[in-house]
């Protein structure tokens, strides 16, 4: 079964630093991978996809992810963080060792930029 | 192009009544997607929509359950409310490319038990 660990359930860092929000996951056949923001009292939006194209992928905001299938990671990072980058984050992965391509969801990592 | 929408946006009930949360998806999107998001415990999925049939269920038990009309939309029906059923339930539509399923999320409805 697919699974999605994020390691840290907060993350702070200085507004203009580096943002690095890490994600493991566990799946038997090649998976998409996804992350969301979510800001304050609204949904989840994504950020970017991977779906066995390029290994680097770029998404919304300034962030980008890597996929590294021998360290079954798929972390996001942003060089420069900005305050409104605050929000809670979600890695998720897709693969059909469920049944179907529904994806999982990690449990979340709230990260909070300090002035 | 307008997004996922639900309503209501925040719902109150006591334990033992009977809940009902819509979701009206993306234009043209035929797949809908139900979760559950309590405090701490990131998104557990519910149920899955598409084309009007159930396509997954999530391990919740059987007083979860919920329909998609012909216009997509959907609802979820939660009966015999619990308190630990207080949580953000979000709603995702998608148009699955190849076999991804690539979700728009909706606001939430708020739901708390007392």
């Known amino acids: 079964a697919q699974s999605v660990t994020q390691l840290g359930s907060h993350v702070s860092v200085s507004e203009g630093a580096l943002v690095l929000l890490r994600c493991n996951y566990s799946?038997?056949?090649?998976?998409?991978l996804f992350w969301y923001v979510q800001y304050p009292n609204q949904g989840l939006q994504l950020l970017l996809k991977y779906t066995s194209a390029a290994t680097l992928v770029k998404g919304i905001n300034g962030f980008e992810a890597e996929f590294k299938k021998s360290e079954t990671s798929f972390h996001l990072t942003k060089p420069s963080a900005h305050m409104s980058d605050a929000a809670e984050y979600f890695c998720?992965?897709?693969?059909?060792?469920?049944?179907?391509?529904?994806?999982?969801f990690g449990r979340g990592t709230s990260l909070i930029v300090h002035p | 192009e307008a997004g996922v929408t639900q309503s209501p946006t925040h719902l109150i009930k006591t334990r033992g009544q009977q809940a009902t949360l819509r979701c009206s998806p993306i234009s043209g999107h035929t797949s809908v997607y139900w979760y559950q998001q309590a405090l701490g415990l990131g998104l557990q999925f519910l149920l899955w929509y598409d084309e009007g049939e159930e396509r997954n269920r999530g391990n919740f038990p059987p007083r979860f359950s919920g329909r998609q009309f012909p216009n997509y939309s959907s609802e979820l029906n939660v009966n015999a409310l619990e308190l630990e059923d207080s949580a953000l339930y979000l709603c995702a539509s998608s148009l699955i490319v190849g076999l991804a399923h690539e979700q728009y999320f909706g606001p939430g409805t708020r739901l708390t038990v007392t």
């Open positions: 799946s038997s056949v090649p998976p998409y």
């Open positions: 998720a992965v897709s693969d059909l060792s469920g049944g179907s391509y529904i994806p999982t």
